[in-house]
């Protein structure tokens, strides 16, 4: 009879270094070995990353790598850059790093070499931007664009939307003498729409209708509306064509919406939209920065992808960001992360990796529908410093409950104001150490003391100013917030969960998830839109709800 296999799995090897490692605090780490602030630290594209604050040694990262191996992590993401179906429910690649090859690479998807097609979209993104730029694209009534609006939710919103913010510093004048002035309306609340519009010329605004699918009712209801407006300024249907242009895969569906496909920038489904930054879903960032901007964006990326395809497990920034979250979540128990940018610049940089990471990782099945062995993605939030600070950090110093956090500064500023900047990255670095060592109550008492306090107020105190510490932390650092250093932090996160899926056995290139609130609501419109009582059954609560809002939402 087969004996059943008794060796330790590398998950029951990780459990052993948690149990070693159970009551050993960071100062204890640090005590005992002063090396880790050299050894846990690797400095790629710009970047330095620092895991030395994370409750981990050097046996314990040995057993992580010991995982990675087994679950053959790396050798996944040569499948996935060898054109391999790993999203495997819709039956596609996931080639994303297709997308920011050089011109003479190649990437085989399908039995055909995309990189042809990629660079083919880009030469004609890059005709656009120039046209739009030097002032020969015009508006109906003949005057430049000034203002670009991206109309696109999700992945066809948030990526641009952050790299533009991100890298405003860097945007060039256009003819005539300012940067574009860029908006994007993602939600539906015509709210949103409405501010934009009271914001913008009609003949001097390009309108990008930016939707992988072109099926999303968000976004096509902000288009028609969109244009709808730009048709009550002037008389000319054609003006349609000078001012608005769509991004998306989906050629048949642009033309019925009723945008010229010539004026159309096509991808392909093999680039998942919360990954689409890096395709035509990037034209805003390319109309904003020039498309030499945007090319640095994708050189950036590229940077990266070399660096994670090609370093041993180590030195590997990916693979070990993986492993941090791993050690975090399933051996910690932790059941979210924070990020927190200490740059302006990066403010919607959380909201961009709730998607990224949520909507790639939030799964409960593995591959063949078996119900995931492990925890998965964590909760993703976060906020810039120093804001943060004086909002949620109480809890993160003190709570019962603690999260992981990721610090991410920027060396050097790109604003008139550098005075500010050592005090802004004084505060990453002390919450960083206050996070990691605390203060003990004997630390509390002495400095109390030292201030002349009476003893009973001392004792009343300690118990609240002290700080358990121990709470770890990873610290990103980039030498300058520029074109290449945000791209190969994007390509870094999208690298870091790709690999989590793989040793979790997840998906992370579909988003089921979102299908079933897409469909009830069309039926809540339907109820809305209905005589009587409406024509769905819905539970007494739903149906409640529906009949309140009947009576009040406002006529049509
Ligand atoms: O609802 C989720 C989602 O499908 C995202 O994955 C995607 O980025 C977003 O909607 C927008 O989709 P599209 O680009 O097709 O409009």
Same mark, same amino acid.
């Given at each position: 009879?087969?004996?059943?296999?008794?060796?330790?799995?590398?998950?029951?090897?990780?459990?052993?270094?948690?149990?070693?490692?159970?009551?050993?605090?960071?100062?204890?780490?640090?005590?005992?070995?002063?090396?880790?602030?050299?050894?846990?630290?690797?400095?790629?594209?710009?970047?330095?990353?620092?895991?030395?604050?994370?409750?981990?040694?050097?046996?314990?990262?040995?057993?992580?790598?010991?995982?990675?191996?087994?679950?053959?992590?790396?050798?996944?993401?040569?499948?996935?850059?060898?054109?391999?179906?790993?999203?495997?429910?819709?039956?596609?690649?996931?080639?994303?790093?297709?997308?920011?090859?050089?011109?003479?690479?190649?990437?085989?998807?399908?039995?055909?070499?995309?990189?042809?097609?990629?660079?083919?979209?880009?030469?004609?993104?890059?005709?656009?931007?120039?046209?739009?730029?030097?002032?020969?694209?015009? =508006?109906?009534?003949?005057?430049?664009?000034?203002?670009?609006?991206?109309?696109?939710?999700?992945?066809?919103?948030?990526?641009?939307?952050?790299?533009?913010?991100?890298?405003?510093?860097?945007?060039?004048?256009?003819?005539?003498?300012?940067?574009?002035?860029?908006?994007?309306?993602?939600?539906?609340?015509?709210?949103?729409?409405?501010?934009?519009?009271?914001?913008?010329?009609?003949?001097?605004?390009?309108?990008?209708?930016?939707?992988?699918?072109?099926?999303?009712?968000?976004?096509?209801?902000?288009?028609?509306?969109?244009?709808?407006?730009?048709?009550?300024?002037?008389?000319?249907?054609?003006?349609?064509?000078?001012?608005?242009?769509?991004?998306?895969?989906?050629?048949?569906?642009?033309?019925?919406?009723?945008?010229?496909?010539?004026?159309?920038?096509?991808?392909?489904?093999?680039?998942?939209?919360?990954?689409?930054?890096?395709?035509?879903? =990037?034209?805003?960032?390319?109309?904003?920065?020039?498309?030499?901007?945007?090319?640095?964006?994708?050189?950036?990326?590229?940077?990266?992808?070399?660096?994670?395809?090609?370093?041993?497990?180590?030195?590997?920034?990916?693979?070990?960001?993986?492993?941090?979250?791993?050690?975090?979540?399933?051996?910690?128990?932790?059941?979210?992360?924070?990020?927190?940018?200490?740059?302006?610049?990066?403010?919607?940089?959380?909201?961009?990796?709730?998607?990224?990471?949520?909507?790639?990782?939030?799964?409960?099945?593995?591959?063949?529908?078996?119900?995931?062995?492990?925890?998965?993605?964590?909760?993703?939030?976060?906020?810039?410093?120093?804001?943060?600070?004086?909002?949620?950090?109480?809890?993160?110093?003190?709570?019962?409950?603690?999260?992981?956090?990721?610090?991410?500064?920027?060396?050097?500023?790109?604003?008139?104001?550098?005075?500010?900047?050592?005090?802004?990255?004084?505060?990453?670095?002390?919450?960083?150490?206050?996070?990691?060592?605390?203060?003990?109550?004997?630390?509390?008492?002495?400095?109390?003391?030292?201030? =002349?306090?009476?003893?009973?107020?001392?004792?009343?105190?300690?118990?609240?100013?002290?700080?358990?510490?121990?709470?770890?932390?990873?610290?990103?650092?980039?030498?300058?917030?520029?074109?290449?250093?945000?791209?190969?932090?994007?390509?870094?996160?999208?690298?870091?969960?790709?690999?989590?899926?793989?040793?979790?056995?997840?998906?992370?290139?579909?988003?089921?998830?979102?299908?079933?609130?897409?469909?009830?609501?069309?039926?809540?419109?339907?109820?809305?839109?209905?005589? =009587?009582?409406?024509?769905?059954?819905?539970?007494?609560?739903?149906?409640?709800?529906?009949?309140?809002?009947?009576?009040?939402?406002?006529?049509?």
């Amino acid at each position: 009879m087969p004996q059943p296999d008794t060796r330790p799995t590398a998950w029951s090897k990780l459990a052993e270094e948690l149990d070693r490692l159970r009551g050993v605090s960071l100062r204890a780490l640090f005590a005992e070995d002063t090396g880790r602030a050299e050894r846990d630290v690797l400095s790629v594209a710009g970047l330095r990353l620092d895991w030395a604050r994370q409750r981990l040694d050097a046996p314990a990262w040995n057993s992580l790598y010991a995982l990675a191996e087994s679950s053959g992590a790396m050798v996944a993401l040569k499948r996935q850059r060898e054109g391999v179906h790993v999203n495997t429910t819709e039956d596609r690649a996931a080639l994303h790093l297709a997308l920011r090859l050089p011109r003479e690479d190649t990437c085989i998807v399908d039995g055909r070499d995309v990189v042809g097609d990629v660079h083919a979209v880009l030469d004609a993104i890059e005709e656009f931007v120039q046209a739009v730029r030097e002032g020969r694209h015009l =508006g109906y009534s003949g005057k430049p664009i000034r203002s670009v609006v991206n109309i696109g939710i999700g992945g066809s919103d948030l990526g641009p939307r952050m790299v533009c913010r991100a890298l405003a510093p860097f945007a060039p004048a256009m003819r005539g003498g300012e940067p574009l002035r860029m908006h994007f309306v993602s939600n539906v609340d015509g709210g949103a729409l409405d501010a934009v519009l009271r914001e913008v010329d009609p003949e001097t605004t390009l309108f990008v209708v930016a939707s992988k699918t072109f099926g999303t009712q968000e976004t096509l209801t902000n288009a028609r509306s969109a244009r709808a407006w730009l048709l009550r300024h002037t008389e000319h249907p054609e003006a349609v064509a000078r001012h608005f242009v769509a991004v998306s895969t989906h050629s048949e569906r642009v033309a019925e919406f009723g945008i010229d496909t010539r004026n159309m920038f096509g991808f392909w489904d093999w680039v998942g939209g919360r990954y689409s930054v890096w395709s035509a879903i =990037g034209l805003p960032i390319a109309l904003y920065l020039g498309m030499d901007g945007f090319r640095g964006f994708l050189a950036g990326a590229h940077e990266m992808d070399q660096h994670v395809l090609a370093s041993p497990a180590r030195e590997n920034a990916a693979l070990r960001m993986a492993l941090v979250d791993i050690w975090n979540h399933n051996m910690l128990g932790a059941c979210a992360r924070v990020v927190l940018p200490y740059d302006e610049r990066l403010q919607l940089l959380p909201a961009y990796l709730q998607q990224a990471e949520m909507e790639s990782l939030g799964k409960g099945v593995l591959h063949d529908g078996s119900p995931a062995e492990h925890d998965t993605g964590p909760l993703v939030w976060g906020a810039v410093g120093t804001d943060g600070q004086h909002a949620f950090y109480q809890l993160l110093h003190q709570g019962t409950r603690w999260a992981p956090t990721e610090f991410i500064g920027v060396a050097r500023p790109e604003h008139g104001l550098p005075e500010h900047h050592p005090i802004l990255l004084a505060n990453l670095v002390a919450q960083a150490e206050a996070l990691a060592f605390g203060k003990t109550g004997a630390e509390v008492a002495a400095e109390m003391a030292a201030e =002349g306090l009476p003893n009973e107020v001392i004792a009343h105190l300690v118990p609240h100013r002290s700080f358990p510490g121990n709470r770890p932390s990873t610290v990103i650092l980039l030498e300058r917030l520029d074109v290449r250093s945000l791209g190969a932090l994007i390509a870094l996160y999208e690298h870091k969960i790709y690999l989590l899926a793989t040793i979790w056995g997840i998906n992370a290139f579909d988003q089921w998830g979102v299908e079933l609130g897409k469909q009830l609501a069309g039926r809540v419109q339907e109820d809305f839109a209905a005589e =009587g009582r409406g024509i769905h059954p819905h539970d007494p609560a739903t149906a409640a709800t529906i009949d309140w809002l009947r009576a009040r939402l406002p006529e049509r």
